[in-house]
């Protein structure tokens, strides 16, 4: 191949020298061309100083030196620990004296070492009783007759070399070794989408000074620079994206006005038996004054669990009746969309007007009675799951939208709510809910074409649910306390990771239940609850829990949202450390909804600092949007929100709330970009169009706004 014919796109199977065994452990990395190579970015970076005998680097590491060594030695032995996450302990040496490597979680490193072996390892040399490590260390082999005397240390001219997510068949060094066959004339390709004076006014270097300086960088600086330049693009793009969508929304489509007339007020206020709290009322005047207006609302409702936000979605699905039009609340579950009709019925009972449910689980002939009657408009509140969402679910006139647990709907099946509409151009008013607080780092990013309503408080009478976290050991104890609380009146859910037991050594549903049954809960009524019951078990479990039949749950994530028994006070969570925070902070909201205060205890024996991290968080605080925050960080935005279930493709290289100042000068930039020229159609444009609908064109319905 000559340079003039290499593409982006060209493989790396066809590059000069390609071996089949190192494309084919690329091809499992996700790496199959050209492109792919610029885009796979280190993770890190070391210094290639000279590898060290072992008692300079145990020297180095009694000074608790934050630099990473590197070491050869000859493998002494490879031994593995006890338990589930047990570690792999292996003890190489060379003339000068000996160091240990530790692998956590990676239990397979035993059958791939052996004594006698000679491996190089790199990492952070640390002491730990007395013995120097190296916690989870790069490492290869080396030839058998390699030298294990070390090479002069020559101090301070050591090279930045990029580290690259690898594995064990394709070690980072082999990978930086392709990119480094190529990458001149790979960035030699790139066509930056950005102008110069964009560039200049902003301190960015161009796209191919960036990459190039990424993977071979010669200064800190460089680094520092080129990840400045990449990340703001990612920034940039999906801001443009977001902020396309937000003016095709407001220019292009309408929506039913619905006024706020004294009438309309009384009829909403008829259905509210309690007086609602400031923050409700606020997020009702809101919402109220959007509908009034023919631009079609797009607003988040941010509620922490138990802040009441089920009456504020009543109030605009009311709205819309009272001028004769249709409303729709969509949830994730039948359990919630269950739980919702419940509630609703109760503030709707004796209202002239007509609410039904539609679930997957309604029968063939009742489901084409009831579309039957959502087309000809005799339906005017319609409550429901994803069934809404199928084709032949027709509105006469749907006014209002209300989605759920929005963060479970992806950007086309929301989009599918206004596909119901009388025209193209007609949208209904939507309205997303969730009782998972989304930062406001992430709902800049996610939710830029929305606006946010916040309800900051909850309803008077509730407590914040106590939280405590306890060992395996002090589970006992934890179960026997249970019981006292039962014999007391007080009922409890019980929360286990999978169903049923396995290698992965979870506690699992079955066993837990028959444990507790014949130990410290057997003299408690106990039952099950899981997603492979069907409809009519789960109900039935649910409503002999609510009338006291039964004293404990025993069940799966199912309970995590739409469950709401105020005689519910305890809620014990096993395995805490295998859930999300917003998981943890969801299921801990089922608990305390009454009079009597409630209790949240997790147990768990983590090894890891992300999931101490999360314990300690869910101990620190009951404030929704502050474990968001935490959850953020932690996690990141990708794994926080959900990529699979939003669309949202994950950042390569952006993290929040990290890149805060990054997100807010993109943001600035695309609103005026997107004033400038809304539907970025100049010619000068015509390359950053394409490459943002390539980016974010699917995820985020692109496709319809010309």
């Known amino acids: 191949m000559t340079t003039d014919t290499l593409t982006l796109t060209t493989l790396i ?16 990395l996700g790496l199959r061309c050209v492109a792919d190579l610029l885009l796979h970015m280190p993770t890190r970076y070391r210094r290639s100083r000279p590898w060290q005998a072992i008692d ?11 630099d990473e060594m590197e070491v050869r030695g000859e493998i002494v032995s490879v031994e593995r620990g006890f338990g589930r996450s047990a570690k792999v302990e292996a003890v190489i040496e060379d003339d000068s004296g000996e160091i240990d490597l530790i692998f956590f979680n990676q239990p397979w490193i035993q059958k791939k070492m052996h004594p006698g072996m000679k491996v190089q390892a790199t990492g952070r040399p640390r002491v730990y009783k007395s013995r120097v490590q190296i916690a989870n260390p790069q490492w290869r082999r080396i030839d058998d007759d390699a030298a294990l005397i070390a090479p002069a240390n020559d101090g301070d001219d050591a090279e930045l070399v990029p580290v690259y997510r690898a594995s064990d068949e394709l070690p980072s060094d082999r990978i930086a070794a392709v990119i480094a066959a190529v990458l001149d004339r790979a960035t030699a390709l790139l066509v930056d989408h950005l102008s110069e004076d964009f560039r200049t006014s902003h301190g960015l270097p161009t796209l191919a000074r960036a990459y190039e300086h990424l993977h071979r960088p010669e200064l800190e600086e460089q680094i520092d620079s080129a990840r400045r330049r990449l990340i703001f693009d990612e920034l940039l793009m999906l801001q443009l994206g977001v902020m396309m969508k937000r003016f095709h929304r407001r220019t292009h489509l309408h929506a039913s006005a619905l006024p706020l007339t004294s009438d309309v007020i009384e009829r909403i206020n008829a259905r509210i038996p309690f007086t609602p709290t400031n923050a409700q009322q606020r997020v009702m005047a809101e919402i109220g004054h959007d509908l009034t207006k023919s631009i079609p609302m797009n607003r988040l409702l941010q509620g922490d669990v138990g802040s009441g936000k089920t009456i504020v979605a009543l109030a605009a699905m009311l709205q819309a009746v009272a001028h004769g039009r249709q409303a729709v609340l969509i949830a994730p579950t039948e359990l919630l969309a269950e739980q919702h009709e419940r509630t609703l019925r109760q503030f709707l009972m004796n209202a002239p007007l007509r609410m039904e449910l539609l679930t997957g689980s309604l029968g063939t002939s009742a489901r084409r009675e009831l579309v039957k009657d959502i087309a000809d408009g005799s339906v005017d509140i319609l409550i429901g799951t994803h069934a809404v969402l199928t084709s032949d679910v027709m509105f006469q006139d749907l006014a209002v939208a209300v989605t759920d647990e929005q963060h479970r709907f992806g950007v086309r099946q929301r989009a599918a709510l206004r596909d119901k509409a009388a025209d193209d151009t007609r949208s209904p008013h939507q309205l997303v809910m969730t009782a998972t607080p989304i930062p406001r780092t992430l709902s800049l990013t996610i939710f830029g074409d929305l606006d946010v309503s916040v309800i900051d408080e909850l309803p008077p009478g509730r407590t914040p649910v106590a939280t405590s976290t306890v060992g395996r050991a002090a589970a006992e104890g934890i179960y026997e306390d249970i019981a006292t609380r039962v014999r007391d009146g007080e009922r409890a859910f019980i929360v286990v990771p999978v169903i049923d037991e396995s290698e992965s050594g979870l506690t699992d549903l079955r066993s837990h239940v ?3 049954a014949t130990g410290p809960l057997r003299t408690c009524r106990l039952e099950v609850m899981h997603g492979r019951l069907d ?7 649910m409503d002999r829990f609510r009338s006291g039949e039964l004293d404990v749950i025993v069940a799966t994530t199912v309970i995590e949202v739409g469950v709401d028994v105020p005689e519910a006070t305890v809620m014990v969570i096993e395995n805490a450390d295998r859930f999300g925070l917003a998981q943890l902070h969801q299921l801990r909201g089922r608990v305390g909804r009454g009079e009597r205060a409630g209790r949240c205890v997790l147990i768990a024996d983590t090894s890891t600092d992300e999931g101490r991290m999360r314990l300690a968080a869910m101990v620190d605080t009951t404030d929704g949007f502050r474990i968001a925050e935490r959850d953020l960080a932690i996690r990141g935005p990708g794994e926080l929100f959900g990529s699979k279930q939003s669309g949202l493709p994950p950042f390569r290289i952006a993290a929040l709330p990290r890149d805060m100042e990054l997100l807010a000068l993109a943001r600035r930039d695309a609103e005026e970009w997107i004033m400038r020229d809304p539907l970025l159609t100049q010619p000068e444009h015509a390359l950053l169009r394409t490459r943002l609908l390539k980016a974010h064109g699917k995820w985020l319905g692109l496709g319809d706004v010309g």
Not at 535 to 541: G, H, L, M, T, W
């Open 535 to 541: 409809q009519v078990e789960r109900d039935d479990v």
């Open 13 to 28: 199977a066809d590059l000069p020298g390609a071996e089949p065994n190192t494309v084919a452990a690329m091809n499992r």
């Open 514 to 516: 028959e444990m507790l």
């Open 56 to 66: 300079h680097v145990s020297k180095a590491a009694d000074l608790d030196t934050t």
